[in-house]
C-alpha cells in the first residue's frame, strides 16, 4: 500500500492519468519488482522493461534493494512493434557487471508475465498471486523445492499457508515509490544539445521546453534562463 500511495501523489503532483488498464498493470510491476529485488542480496538494481502488442504497451520499472525504492512509468504512444511480447531484465551490482536477458512473453498478465521470466531467464520456479487487492505474494522456488507444491498453489492456498505450512520471518524490507529526478540531473544531458545547435535553434522560438523523466515521467518545463543559470 504504501508504495501505491506514494505513486498516486506522483501521478497527482505531476498531473499524469495513464489509462486505468495500464495503470493497474504498472502497479503489478511495481510490486512483482519489489518482492523480485526482496528475494536478492544488498546492492541489488534491476531495471525491467514488459513489452506488450495488441495494443502496444510497455513498462518500466526500475528499483534498489540498497536504496529500498520502485519507480516506473507507462509508455502508450511511439512503441514499436515487435511481433511478440519481449520481457528485458538488467541487473546491476557495484562488484558484478551488468547482466542484460530478454525472453519471450505470451499475454498481457504482468504476474504471468513475471513467471515467464523466472522460469526463462533465472532458472527458478516462482508464482505471484493476489492476496487481497494491494497485498501481493510471491512464492519462488529453492534448492530441494517441491516443486508439484509450489506447481499446485492457488490463491487459497496462499490465504491458508500460514496455518498450514511454518513459516519464519527472515528480514523485513520497506520499499517506496522514489524516483529522484530534477532538473539539475536532467541538465547534463542537454548541454551538448544545446552547445551544438546553439541555444536560439534548441527553442526555436519557444518561451519554454517540455521534458519529462524516462524513469517515472514527471515532467518540467524548462526556459533559457533555467539552461543559463546552469551554465553559470
Given at each position: 500500500?504504501?508504495?501505491?500511495?506514494?505513486?498516486?501523489?506522483?501521478?497527482m503532483q505531476h498531473s499524469l492519468r495513464p489509462a486505468a488498464?495500464?495503470?493497474?498493470?504498472?502497479?503489478?510491476?511495481?510490486?512483482?519488482?519489489?518482492?523480485?529485488?526482496?528475494?536478492?542480496?544488498?546492492?541489488?538494481?534491476?531495471?525491467?522493461?514488459?513489452?506488450?502488442?495488441?495494443?502496444?504497451?510497455?513498462?518500466?520499472?526500475?528499483?534498489?534493494?540498497?536504496?529500498?525504492?520502485?519507480?516506473?512509468?507507462?509508455?502508450?504512444?511511439?512503441?514499436?512493434?515487435?511481433?511478440?511480447?519481449?520481457?528485458?531484465?538488467?541487473?546491476?551490482?557495484?562488484?558484478?557487471?551488468?547482466?542484460?536477458?530478454?525472453?519471450?512473453?505470451?499475454?498481457?498478465?504482468?504476474?504471468?508475465?513475471?513467471?515467464?521470466?523466472?522460469?526463462?531467464?533465472?532458472?527458478?520456479?516462482?508464482?505471484?498471486?493476489?492476496?487481497?487487492?494491494?497485498?501481493?505474494?510471491?512464492?519462488?522456488?529453492?534448492?530441494?523445492?517441491?516443486?508439484?507444491?509450489?506447481?499446485?498453489?492457488?490463491?487459497?492456498?496462499?490465504?491458508?499457508?500460514?496455518?498450514?505450512?511454518?513459516?519464519?520471518?527472515?528480514?523485513?524490507?520497506?520499499?517506496?515509490?522514489?524516483?529522484?529526478?530534477?532538473?539539475?540531473?536532467?541538465?547534463?544531458?542537454?548541454?551538448?544539445?544545446?552547445?551544438?545547435?546553439?541555444?536560439?535553434?534548441?527553442?526555436?522560438?519557444?518561451?519554454?521546453?517540455?521534458?519529462?523523466?524516462?524513469?517515472?515521467?514527471?515532467t518540467f518545463r524548462i526556459t533559457q534562463g533555467d539552461i543559463?543559470?546552469?551554465?553559470?
Amino acid at each position: 500500500s504504501p508504495i501505491y500511495v506514494d505513486y498516486y501523489l506522483h501521478l497527482m503532483q505531476h498531473s499524469l492519468r495513464p489509462a486505468a488498464t495500464d495503470d493497474a498493470m504498472l502497479k503489478d510491476a511495481l510490486a512483482a519488482l519489489a518482492l523480485h529485488i526482496t528475494s536478492k542480496p544488498w546492492q541489488y538494481t534491476v531495471a525491467w522493461t514488459l513489452h506488450f502488442e495488441n495494443p502496444l504497451l510497455n513498462l518500466f520499472v526500475t528499483g534498489e534493494s540498497f536504496g529500498e525504492y520502485v519507480v516506473g512509468r507507462v509508455f502508450s504512444d511511439g512503441v514499436k512493434e515487435k511481433g511478440q511480447g519481449l520481457f528485458h531484465s538488467q541487473v546491476m551490482s557495484p562488484k558484478d557487471p551488468a547482466r542484460h536477458s530478454t525472453v519471450e512473453i505470451t499475454g498481457r498478465d504482468v504476474f504471468s508475465a513475471v513467471e515467464q521470466y523466472y522460469q526463462q531467464s533465472e532458472q527458478l520456479r516462482a508464482r505471484i498471486f493476489r492476496y487481497s487487492e494491494e497485498d501481493i505474494v510471491m512464492v519462488s522456488a529453492q534448492p530441494q523445492c517441491d516443486l508439484e507444491w509450489l506447481e499446485a498453489l492457488d490463491a487459497e492456498a496462499i490465504r491458508r499457508l500460514d496455518q498450514e505450512e511454518e513459516l519464519s520471518l527472515l528480514e523485513r524490507r520497506y520499499f517506496r515509490f522514489h524516483c529522484g529526478c530534477s532538473l539539475d540531473k536532467i541538465f547534463p544531458a542537454l548541454v551538448p544539445l544545446i552547445q551544438r545547435d546553439g541555444m536560439e535553434a534548441f527553442f526555436a522560438g519557444e518561451a519554454f521546453l517540455k521534458t519529462d523523466c524516462p524513469r517515472c515521467g514527471a515532467t518540467f518545463r524548462i526556459t533559457q534562463g533555467d539552461i543559463e543559470e546552469f551554465l553559470g
